[in-house]
C-alpha cells in the first residue's frame, strides 16, 4: 500500500524485513522483488506521487566549480520515482570489459562480473519498457537490416551496437499500483530518512530516523536497510550519520564520497561519409516491440584492451546548435525556444558567449528560410512525442549532407580526487548539504581523443568517411558543460578491500552487515553506458540476495509499535 | 464412466469431447442447445439446457455432467439452475461445473479459491456467481460437484483471446498499453482447462462440499506482455504504445456504432466479421485489474501439467496466421523513422 508518512503516530517504532530508501527506479524494482520473495518492505519516499518544492529543496547543495558540474537539485528528483520522472529514456548494459581489472584504468575491476548480472538484465528492460535485452542490429532489429554505414567493415570499431529507448518510463506513476498491491509492501511518502543509526559496536543497523516536513518523527527497525537515495544521495545519508563512526557510516577508511564519476560527454569533429545519405543510420529505428533504438559506434573490447582505451562510444549527431552557421531552420528553432525547454535539456543549447542580437537574427533567418522542414520537423515533433505514450527520444534532423559531428559518450577513470563532501550548511530537516567536487583528467581527454583517433583510422582504411577533429580544442569540446548531468557514479563504491571500496559484491557495506546500498553510488566504474539499466538489474540481483539472506520471516510483520 | 457435456459445439466443448473420446475410461455424449447450432457443428444430442424435464431425460443413466454452457445471463444462470434440478431427477451423481474467475468480480492481488465471490462486475460475473450457487445447492442436497474458475482461455482456435485480439493488434487498437494494460492476463490453454475437466470427473469428493479450482498457468504473463508477444508472433508489428485516451475513446465512442453494426449486419443475414470488432469497454477494466488466480490446487489436486506459455503462444499465433491469410507475413522489418 502507498501512504502518507503523516498518517504514522509521532514516535511510532515501524518494522519491517527490509526497509529501502528511496522510491527510484532502483528502490521500486527491489521492493517488488523482495515483495514477490515472501518478505515485508517498507520503502520511504521523501517526496510525494508529484513534485513539490520544498521537498526538491532538500536536494540543494554546493558546487566547487559551476562550469564543470550542475547544482545538486538538478537532474533529481525527490519523489517517487526519482529521476525517472525527468530521465531521457537511454537504456543500454554494461560491457563485459567494465567489469573487468584493467591495469590502464586505476581503480577499475568489479568484484562481480558480466554474467554475474546477465541474468537480470532482461527483467530490467522489461521494467524499464525497453523491449528485449537484444543490444545487437540484427538481432534486435532483423537480419536484413542495413548497416549504420554501408561499405563500412572494420575489426576494430563496432557498428551493430544499438542503444534503446525506454518510454521513458516514470516509474512512480507506472509502478504505483503495483506498489499498491504488493503483498506486505507499504510505501510511505514524505518520508525523509534523516539518519542511519548503528548499534554500539557499529556492526549492524540499529534504527532508520524518519522525519516528515512538518517535523513528525519516527523510526523503522528493519532486519536489513537498503539506501536506493540516488549516487548523490546515499553517501550524504552516509557521511552524515557519524553518531557512532564520527567520518560517517561505512567510511572508515575515507572512500565514501570519493571516486565520484559522471561521463565524458560532447559534439566533437567533423564526420564526412562518402556516398549517398541512405547509406547511413543515424536516427531511430523501431523494434519490433516498438521500442526506439539507435545505432553507435565503439571501439572494439580487444581494441580497447590492446590499447589502453577507456570504454566510449559516439553516436551520429548533428552540428553545435547555438552556431547558425549550421543552417537548420530546425535547430535554429530549437536554440531560439531554448527558455521553454527544462534547466536540464537545455544545458546543452547555452554554451560560451550570451548570444549577440545578430546572433539570433540569422537563427531566426534560418528558421524563416527553411519553412518546410521546420513545420515537419513541428509535426513530428507533437504527433510522435508530444503527444506520444512512448516518446520519439530525440532531435534528429533529416540527413541531407552526410555530414556529422560525433556524439560522444565515454566512460570517465575512476580518481579519489573527485568527491562529494557535506558543506557546511543544512537542509530544512537539519540534515548537512553537499558539497560537489567533480574532477575529470587528461587521461579521460586523451583516451576519447585516441578513440576518435581509432574511428578515423577506420574510416579512412574502408574508404567510406573521413573523420576530423581538433585535438587542440577537444577537451574544451567535451567540458563545455562539464560533467554530463543526472549520472551520479561510485561515491560507494563496490569492491573487495574495504580499504578502497565501501561495499562488497552484495552491495552490502562492508562493516554493516545489515546495510546495503542499490543504484549507481556501487559502480566502482563508470562503462560507455548510462547508468540505469544497471542500476536496476543490480537492484534486482540484491532482491535475490536479499531474499536468500533473510528468507521468509514468520515474525516480522509490517506493524506499528507505538514506543 | 458416462459423462454428458453440455455446450459441447463451444472452443472449450469441441476440444473436451476430443479428449474425452481419446480417453479409455469414459464415454461421452455431447449436447447443445438445437437453436444455435451453425451449420457445420454437430452435437450428439440436442436440447434446451433451461429445460429441466428434457434434460432430465436426456441425462437418465449418465455418472457425470460437464457444464460448460456460455451465452445469455438467463442460458448459463437458469441453465445451472435447471441442470441442478435435471441431475437430482436423473439420479446424475456429479455435475463438473465450469465457471469463471469473473466470479471474484473487481478483486485484485493473488487470490486461491477462498477469496469470497463479488457479482458487482456486470451481468456475467453475477449469472456466474449465481450458478455456483445453484452447484451450492446441489452439493447441499447430496450431490457432488467440482467446481472450475479458469482466467481466459486461450489456445489455436480462441477466437476471443486469440482471433480478435490479433485484429486489435493489427489494425493498431491495441499494442502495449502501459498501466492500461499492467494487469495479469491469467491466460490457460484450453488443453489445461480439458485437462481439469477430466481430473475433475474423477476426482473423490468429500460430502456437502464442491470444491473449487482456479485455472491460469503459472507463466501467464501481464496483457502487455502477452498484446507485444502476439504481436510480434503475428507480424503486427512495431507494436504501438497506446494511450489510455485513446483505448478510452476507442471503447466508448466507436464502441456501439460498431456493436450495432454488427447486430444490423447479423440481423439482415450478412457476416459481421466484415465490421471490425468493438472494443468492450469490460474488457479495458479487465486488462488493468491486477488480478492474478493462485492455480496451485489445481496443479497439486487435479495433477494440472500446464502448457508452457511460449507453446500456447506460438501455436495460438500459427492458428491465426494460417485462419487470416497473413501466413507469410511475419518478417521482423524495422522500421526507419528519420
Known sequence: ?563 | MKVFVLGATGYIGQRLMEMLRNTSWAEAVGAARGHTLAPGESADVRIDAREPASLAAALRGFDAVINCVAGSARSISEGAQSLVQACQAAHCARIVHLSTMSVYGPAQGLLDEQAPLNPSLGWYGRAKCEAETHMSGFVHAGGEAVILRPGCVFGPGSELWVGRTARWLHSGRLGDLGTAGDGWSNLVHVDDVCQALLAALRLPVGAQHAPAFNLAAPDSPRWNEYFTDLAVATGATPVQRLSPRKLQLDAWIAGPPLKIAQLLMKRLGMNPAAVPDPLPPGLLRLWEQHIRLDASAATETLGVSWTPYEEGLQSSAQWFLQNSNRAGTVIEKPLWTH
Open chain 1, 1 to 563: 500500500m502507498i501512504s502518507s508518512a503523516s498518517s504514522i503516530p509521532h514516535g511510532a517504532l515501524l518494522e519491517a524485513d527490509v526497509c529501502v530508501v528511496g522510491g527510484g527506479p532502483a528502490g521500486i524494482a527491489l521492493t517488488l522483488a523482495l515483495s514477490e520473495n515472501g518478505l515485508s518492505v517498507l520503502l520511504l519516499e521523501s517526496g510525494f506521487m508529484k513534485m513539490d518544492g520544498k521537498t526538491q529543496s532538500l536536494y540543494e547543495g554546493e558546487v566547487v566549480d559551476q562550469h564543470m558540474h550542475s547544482p545538486p537539485d538538478k537532474y533529481r528528483q525527490r519523489r517517487l520515482g526519482g529521476s525517472s520522472a525527468i530521465w531521457g529514456g537511454r537504456c543500454m548494459p554494461f560491457d563485459p570489459i567494465d567489469f573487468e581489472a584493467r591495469n590502464y584504468i586505476p581503480h577499475s575491476g568489479w568484484p562481480l562480473s558480466y554474467e554475474d548480472l546477465l541474468p537480470y538484465y532482461p527483467q530490467a528492460n522489461a521494467l524499464a519498457e525497453a523491449g528485449r535485452f537484444s543490444y545487437n542490429a540484427e538481432e534486435a532489429l532483423g537480419p536484413q537490416v542495413a548497416p549504420m554505414i554501408r561499405g563500412f567493415d572494420s575489426s576494430r570499431v563496432r557498428t551493430s551496437g544499438l542503444e534503446r529507448f525506454s518510454c521513458p518510463t516514470h516509474f512512480g506513476s507506472r509502478y504505483a499500483k503495483r506498489l499498491q498491491l504488493a503483498p506486505g509492501v507499504k510505501v510511505l511518502l514524505g518520508a525523509n530518512c534523516t539518519g542511519i543509526r548503528l548499534q554500539a559496536d557499529g556492526r549492524a543497523v540499529g534504527l532508520i530516523e524518519v522525519s516528515t516536513l512538518s517535523g513528525k518523527q519516527f523510526s523503522v527497525r528493519p532486519r536489513a536497510t537498503v539506501l536506493a537515495a540516488g549516487g548523490l544521495e546515499t553517501a550524504r545519508l552516509l557521511l552524515a550519520s557519524r553518531d557512532v563512526v564520527p567520518a560517517g557510516v561505512g567510511n572508515h577508511h575515507d572512500v565514501v564520497g570519493r571516486y565520484y564519476m559522471c561521463h565524458i560527454a560532447g559534439n566533437v569533429g567533423m564526420l564526412t561519409i562518402h556516398g549517398a545519405p541512405d547509406s547511413v543510420r543515424h536516427g531511430y529505428e523501431l523494434a519490433p516491440e516498438g521500442v526506439y533504438c539507435r545505432r553507435r559506434l565503439s571501439v572494439t573490447q580487444s581494441e580497447q584492451r590492446r590499447l589502453g582505451l577507456a570504454n566510449a562510444v559516439a553516436r551520429l549527431h548533428f552540428p553545435r546548435i547555438t552556431d547558425p552557421a549550421h543552417r537548420s531552420g530546425v535547430l535554429s528553432g530549437l536554440f531560439l525556444a531554448r527558455k521553454m525547454i527544462s534547466y536540464e535539456y537545455s544545458k546543452r543549447l547555452n554554451d560560451g558567449a550570451p548570444p549577440t542580437l545578430g546572433t539570433y537574427a540569422q537563427h531566426a533567418f534560418n528558421v524563416v528560410k527553411d519553412p518546410v522542414d521546420t513545420t515537419a520537423f513541428l509535426t513530428h515533433w507533437l504527433t510522435r512525442r508530444t503527444f506520444a505514450s512512448r516518446k520519439f527520444p530525440s532531435v534528429i534532423l533529416r540527413n541531407r549532407t552526410n555530414r556529422f559531428s560525433l556524439e560522444m559518450h565515454g566512460e570517465q577513470i575512476p580518481q579519489a580526487r573527485s568527491r562529494v563532501t557535506l558543506s557546511g550548511k543544512a537542509d530544512a530537516m537539519g540534515m548537512p548539504q553537499l558539497r560537489v567536487d567533480w574532477r575529470y583528467s587528461q587521461a579521460d581527454i586523451d583516451s576519447v581523443a585516441r578513440s576518435l583517433d581509432v574511428f578515423a583510422q577506420e574510416f579512412e582504411r574502408t574508404g567510406t568517411a573521413r573523420l576530423e577533429y581538433n585535438r587542440a580544442t577537444l577537451e574544451e569540446d567535451l567540458m563545455r558543460f562539464g560533467a554530463y548531468g543526472g549520472h551520479h557514479i561510485g561515491t560507494a563504491r563496490m569492491g573487495h578491500d574495504e580499504r578502497s571500496s565501501v561495499v562488497n559484491a552484495d552491495c552490502q557495506v562492508h562493516s554493516v552487515h545489515n546495510l546495503f546500498v542499490a543504484g549507481s553510488a556501487v559502480f566502482p566504474t563508470s562503462s560507455q553506458a548510462n547508468p540505469t539499466l544497471t542500476l536496476i538489474a543490480l537492484s534486482l540481483r540484491l532482491g535475490d540476495t536479499l531474499s536468500r539472506r533473510l528468507q521468509r520471516s514468520p515474525v516480522l510483520q509490517l506493524e506499528e509499535v507505538t514506543a
